[in-house]
C-alpha cells in the first residue's frame, strides 16, 4: 500500500512537473508585458520572446490596416573598416529571397494585397516596413519571419543589388552637387570610423565585399534578440500574440552579438576645415556640434532649441539669415541621433565668401545671445507649440507610430515613459537653455566645413 | 534508496517524457516548420473602409462649411477652398491665380506680411496653399486648441487683403525661382510639356506657363482676380478632426459674416478632343542623365461610370513593379529603369500617362513598346486574373489614401471643389468589386483605341544618336518653346 502509494504520489508529481513545464513553454510571450498609460492618445503592449524579440504592439481600429516594422540594430555602426556599404547592401538584399521566398517575391506578396513596403538603413538600424490589410497580417508576419530566419541570397543578386545601388549613388551625386560635402562635413563631426563613415563608402568597399561577408552580418546582426518587432493598427491582441508566437518564436538567437560601438570622440579646439574646388554656383559652409555625452533631460532641451533656431519661418537663425540679414540664400539645419550621439547642423549657401563669413558670425552671435539671455516666455510657448504639433503629427499615422516607438526602443526610452515623454518637452524652461549652451556649445563640440568655389 | 526510484515508467509516461523533452528544448533546434513553406491565408474579410460622412451647411452670405468628426486626434484640419484654379487665369496673364493665392496672408491694412507669419507660427500651425487647376486650396493643421485663432488668422488673411507692388514683387521673386528651380526636374518638364499639348488651345493650357510669364503680372491684376473669385459663394471651409460641428459652424458664420457675397459665372470647360495623330515632342534637358517618357492621352473626368473600370485599366498597364510596364521595360527587355502608369482628373476630364525613366539609347524602342502595350490593351481586355489582381491591389490599398492628415485633407477638398459623389471614395470597395473583364473592355476601347502623346525629356546630343527612327519629332526647349520640327532621313 506504501509502496502503491509513493509510486502514485511519484508518477503524479512527475506528471505535475511536466505539466507545469509544459504550460510554462506554451506560452513564451507572456513575459514582462507592460502597458504604458494612456497619455499618448494610444496604448502600448511589449513583451519578449524566448529568444529575445522585443515586441511591441499598439492598436488603432479607425481604419483596417496595420502596420508591421522590423528594426535591427544592424546600421553602419556596426560596420568594420573595409565593409563600408554593407548594411545598406544587406537591407537591399533582404529583398531577394528567403527559404520560402522566391527573389522580389515579398514585394509582390505585399503588393498584390494593395500594401506599401519599404526599407531603410541609417547608423545604428536597418528597418523594414509595411502597411497593408489588416487581415493579411499573417502574410506580414511570414515574410518577416522568413527573411529573418533564412536570408537565401545568390552572387548574380549580390552583384546586380550592388551594381543598381552603386549606380543610383553616382546618379544622386552628379545631380547634387552638395552631396559629398555633406558626406565630408560627417566624417568631420563624427571623428570616428564606426560613427562618421557614410552609407555606401567611396563603392569600392562595397564592390569587395562577398556574400560570404553578407551572411556572416546576416547571421551575426539580424537575429530576434538584436531586432524589435511593431505593429500596429487594426489588430486583435491576443490573435496577433499567436501569430508572432508561430512565426518568431522558432527562430534562433544570435550568437554573441557584438555591443555597439562607443563613440571615441576627442577634439581639444574648433575643427574648421576649408574645402575649395567646390562644383557648385554658390559658396557657403557646414556649421554643426556635437552633443556627448549628455545629461539626461539635455536631449528634451535640445530639441526645443532647435525648434526655437531653426523651425518655421520666424524660428532664429533662419529669420536672421534669410529675411533681416539676407546673407545666405538657403539654410537649413536638423538635429541628428547616431545612436545616442547628438549632433546639431546647419548648411548655409551664400553669394560670395564676404557673405558666407556674415553668416557663420551671425549663427555664432545668436548662439552666444542664447548663452546669458534666458528666451522669453512668449517665444518658448510658440516653440513648444510647434514642437507639439509636430510630435503629435508624426504619430497620426500607423506607420508614424511604428516609427515613434522603434526610435523610442533605440533611444532606450521604456515603453512606460512614452506617456509622459510630450510633458518632458514641454517643461523646458529658459534656464535649461541657458545651461545648455554653456555647457554644449562648446569650440571643442564645434565643428566647421567651409566650401569654396573653383 | 527509496522504494520509488525503483518505479519504472510505463509507456505512457515515456511519450509524456518525451513531449516534455520536445517542449523544453527550445523550438529553433527542430526541422523547418510545414506552416512557413507556404503563405498563409488572410483572415476573414477586413472590416469595412468608413470614412466620417462630410456634413454640409450653406450660411446666409452664400459661404459653404463641410465638416467631417474624425475622432482620435488632437490635431484640426481647417481648410478653405476657393473654386478658382490655374485655369482661371486670363488667357494673357497666366500665372494671375497663383500669384494671387500666394498674396494671400502677405499683408493687411493693418498687417504685415511678417506679422501675419508671426501670428501663424504663434499657434504652431502648419499652414500651406496649393493652387490646382481647378481651385486653390489653402490649409492649416492645428492643435485644437487654436482652432478658433486659426479661423480668426484665415478671416484676417481672406477677408482683408492688401496687394502692394512690394510684397507682390518678393512673391514674384520666389514663385519665378520655383518654377526656374523645377525646371531641374525632368519629371516635371515632361508632365508640363505633356499637358501642354494635350491642352493645346484650351483654357487648361494656361496652367503650363513657363517662369517668365510671372513678371507681367501686376497688384492691379492680382486685385482683380481676388474681387472676381475670392467670394463666399465660390468658396467651401472645410474642417475635419474631434470638432463640435455646432460650435465650429456657429464661430464660422460670426468670422466669416462680413464676407460679402457676389456671385460668379464660371462655366465648366468642355473637355478637349483627345489626341488622334502619332505626336512625339522632345524636350532639350542639357542636364539630363537618363530620358524620361510620358506617353499618355485624355480620358472621363473623375465624376463619370467610366472612373472605376479605369483606375482598373491603369493598374494592370502600370499600377505596381507587377504590373505590365515594369515587367515589361524593366524586367524583360531592361530599357528602363522604372515604369508606372497614373490619372489625374480635373472638373471637365482627366489624363491617364505611362511614365518611364529609360536609358537613352533605349528611347525609342521603350516608347514604341509603351505605345505597344497601350494599345494592347485596347484590342484585347486583361484576363480575369489580372483583373482581379489589380483590384485586390486597388480594395486593399483604397484606406492608405486616408490614413494621413494631408491624405484626408486632400481627398476633401477634392470631393467638395470637384463636386464629387460623397460616396466615391468609401464606397470605392464596392465599386471596385462590381468591375469586370466587360466594363475593363469597354473602357479600354473606348479610351486607350486613340492613338497616344510621347514626350520625351533628354539631351540635345541624344536626337542625333538615338532618335533617328522616329518618323517626326517635334523639339522644345525647357520653357516649352518649339525650336524646329526634326523628320526621319531630312538633314539634322
Known sequence: MASSTNMHFAARSLILILMTLLVAVSFPTATAQETAPNTLGFEVQEHRLRNGLRVILSVDSSLPLVTVAVAYSAGTIREQPGQEGLAYLL???????????????????????????????????????????????????????????????????????????????????????????????????????PYGHTLIGTGTEMRGLTESDILAFHRTYYVPDNAVLCIVGNIDIVRTKELIARYFDSIPPGMNIPAPPLPNFRQENEVVVAQPGFPASSTGFHLGYRFYPMQPNDAYSLKILEYLLLKGNTSRLTDRLLNRDRTAHHFSGTL????????????????????????????????????????????????????????????????????????????????????????????VNPPSLVSLVNRHFTPQNRVMLELGLK | MSRASRVRPGPALYLLLLAAAAAVSPPWLGAQERFRRTPPLPDAAPQELKLPPIERISLPNGLSVATAYRPGSQLVTLQLVVRAGEVDSPPALPS??????????????????????????????????????????????????????????????????????????????????????????PEFLGWRQFLRMLFENHPYQTATYAEDVIKFVSAKDVASFYSRFYRPDNAVILLSGTIDRATVVQKIGVHFAPWVRQPIE??????????????????????????????????????????????????????????????????????????????????????????????????????????????????????????????????????????????????????????????????????????????????????????????????????DRFLRDFETVEVYDTSGTLKRTLRKGEER
Open chain 1, 91 to 193: 537591407e537591399n538584399l533582404m529583398f531577394q529571397g528567403s527559404e520560402n521566398v522566391g527573389p522580389l517575391q515579398h514585394v509582390g506578396f505585399i503588393q498584390r494585397v494593395g500594401g506599401d513596403l519599404n526599407a531603410t538603413s541609417t547608423p545604428d538600424r536597418a528597418l523594414f516596413y509595411q502597411t497593408l490589410p489588416s487581415n493579411y497580417l499573417a502574410l506580414a508576419l511570414w515574410l518577416e519571419s522568413d527573411r529573418m530566419k533564412s536570408l537565401a541570397i545568390t552572387p548574380a543578386a549580390v552583384e546586380i543589388t550592388r551594381t543598381d545601388l552603386l549606380k543610383e549613388h553616382q546618379d544622386r551625386l552628379a545631380s547634387d552637387p552638395y552631396l559629398e560635402s555633406f558626406a565630408l562635413f560627417d566624417s568631420l563631426l563624427f571623428p570616428d570610423f
Open chain 1, 336 to 427: 541628428e541621433e547616431r545612436h545616442g550621439v547628438l549632433a546639431l547642423k546647419f548648411f548655409c549657401l551664400n553669394n560670395n565668401t564676404v557673405m558666407a563669413e556674415r553668416s557663420q558670425k551671425a549663427i555664432l552671435s545668436e548662439i552666444d545671445r542664447l548663452r546669458t539671455n534666458p528666451v522669453s516666455a512668449d517665444e518658448l510657448a510658440k516653440v513648444k507649440r510647434l514642437f507639439k504639433m509636430d510630435y503629435l503629427r508624426s504619430q497620426s499615422t500607423n506607420l508614424g507610430r511604428a516609427l515613434f516607438l522603434i526610435d523610442a526602443v533605440f533611444s532606450g526610452k521604456p515603453m512606460i515613459a512614452l506617456g509622459g515623454e510630450l510633458n518632458k518637452y514641454l517643461r
Open chain 2, 96 to 185: 494671375v491665380a497663383a500669384l494671387t493665392a500666394r498674396m494671400i496672408g502677405k499683408g493687411t491694412k493693418l498687417l504685415s506680411a511678417d506679422a501675419i507669419g508671426d501670428m501663424i507660427e504663434s499657434i504652431g500651425a502648419d499652414y500651406s496653399v496649393d493652387v490646382l487647376m481647378d481651385y486653390t486650396v489653402f490649409t492649416f493643421h492645428v492643435l485644437e486648441e487654436f482652432l478658433d485663432r486659426a479661423l480668426s488668422v484665415l478671416r484676417i488673411m481672406v477677408l482683408d487683403p492688401q496687394f502692394t507692388e512690394r510684397e507682390l514683387a518678393s512673391v514674384k521673386r520666389a514663385a519665378y525661382y520655383d518654377l526656374a528651380g523645377r525646371k531641374k526636374n
Open chain 2, 266 to 463: 464660371r462655366a465648366v470647360p468642355a473637355p478637349p478632343p483627345p489626341n488622334a495623330r502619332d505626336r512625339i515632342c522632345y524636350v532639350e534637358d542639357p542636364e539630363a542623365a537618363e530620358a524620361t517618357i510620358f506617353v499618355g492621352n485624355l480620358i472621363m473626368p473623375a465624376s463619370d461610370p467610366d472612373f472605376f473600370p479605369f483606375f482598373v485599366l491603369k493598374q494592370v498597364l502600370g499600377g505596381t513593379t507587377r504590373s505590365r510596364l515594369f515587367m515589361n521595360l524593366r524586367e524583360s527587355k531592361g530599357y528602363a529603369y522604372y515604369a508606372f502608369s497614373e490619372t489625374e482628373f480635373f472638373r471637365s476630364c482627366g489624363v491617364y500617362w505611362a511614365r518611364a525613366l529609360v536609358r537613352p539609347e533605349f528611347i525609342v524602342p521603350a516608347a514604341w513598346e509603351i505605345v505597344r502595350e497601350i494599345k494592347a490593351l485596347s484590342t484585347a481586355a486583361p484576363v480575369p486574373a489580372e483583373i482581379e489582381e489589380a483590384k485586390s491591389f486597388l480594395i486593399g490599398n483604397l484606406p492608405t489614401r486616408f490614413e494621413s492628415l494631408d491624405g484626408y485633407a486632400d481627398w476633401m477638398a477634392r470631393a467638395v471643389a470637384l463636386e464629387l459623389d460623397d460616396g466615391q471614395w468609401d464606397k470605392g470597395p464596392e465599386r471596385l468589386k462590381l468591375v469586370n473583364v466587360e466594363s475593363v473592355r469597354a473602357v479600354a476601347q473606348n479610351y486607350l483605341a486613340r492613338k497616344p502623346l510621347v514626350v520625351v525629356v533628354g539631351r540635345p546630343d541624344w536626337l
